[in-house]
């Protein structure tokens, strides 16, 4: 089983729909956990950082973590064509010290 | 902004040479990771550091080695380049404490022949 996994996609939304993104994690002592994104050919951005139960919401985003399903998910409101990304899970866990362990990525295309 | 830049955007070598992949960072950040990204296995960590001098395996450092003389740099060194070795490489550094936010460069796409 993969420590951190994510549905690779692609996820197809129109514009203007909410997009879901979920990640699953293994190591139930993980602390924190992130969603990057990554536009084609770029380096990954820092969009969303969870660190307890419950829902996070910035903007049109919102990251949602269930620790005891060992879940964690982003939803984009109003999805827009530039939306379209690789959006990665990460995870810190705490398995042999402290280490960031990065999902495969999500592959979102939002149809104009 | 934290600023973090690679030495090279797009690099070709062939099997066999030493390749240096150099990293930069200018928000004295203490954390710097090196990682390889290919299609369907993600960003892997290939070795991170601590402090300068200091360095740790990640989980695939196999064929690879690093330095960091300094605070703001750290640079990835391939031994023997090998065509397995053809990936996206980024460059990441993160502030000691808090939660890991990490901070990446722009990649280096080496192509090895």
């Known amino acids: 089983q993969k420590e951190v996994e994510q549905n690779s996609g692609p996820l197809s939304v129109p514009e203007g729909a909410i997009a879901s993104l979920n990640c699953t994690y293994s190591?139930?002592?993980?602390?924190?956990f992130f969603w990057y994104r990554q536009y084609s050919g770029k380096s990954p951005e820092l969009i969303m950082s969870i660190y307890s139960n419950g829902d996070k919401e910035d903007g049109r985003f919102t990251a949602q973590l269930n620790k005891a399903s060992q879940y964690v998910s982003l939803l984009i409101r109003d999805s827009q064509p530039s939306d379209s990304a690789t959006y990665l899970c990460?995870?810190?866990?705490?398995?042999?010290?402290?280490?960031?362990?990065f999902g495969a990525g999500t592959r979102l295309f939002v149809k104009a | 902004d934290v600023k973090v830049t690679q030495s090279s955007r797009y690099l070709v070598k062939r099997t066999g040479e030493k390749v240096f992949l150099e990293c930069v960072q200018d928000m004295d950040h203490e954390n710097m990771f090196w990682y390889r990204q290919d299609p369907g296995l993600g960003l892997r960590l290939i070795y991170f550091?601590?402090?300068?001098?200091?360095?740790e395996k990640g989980d695939i450092p196999e064929g690879y080695s690093v330095s960091r003389e300094k605070k703001e740099r750290f640079s990835l060194i391939l031994e023997s380049a090998s065509t397995n070795q053809t990936s996206m490489y980024l460059c990441a550094s993160s502030p000691r404490g808090g939660p890991d936010t990490q901070y990446f460069g722009p990649g280096t796409r080496l192509t090895v022949l």
């Open positions: 190591d139930r002592g993980s602390q924190s």
């Open positions: 550091s601590y402090d300068v001098k200091m360095k």
């Open positions: 990460a995870v810190l866990t705490n398995t042999g010290g402290f280490k960031t362990i």
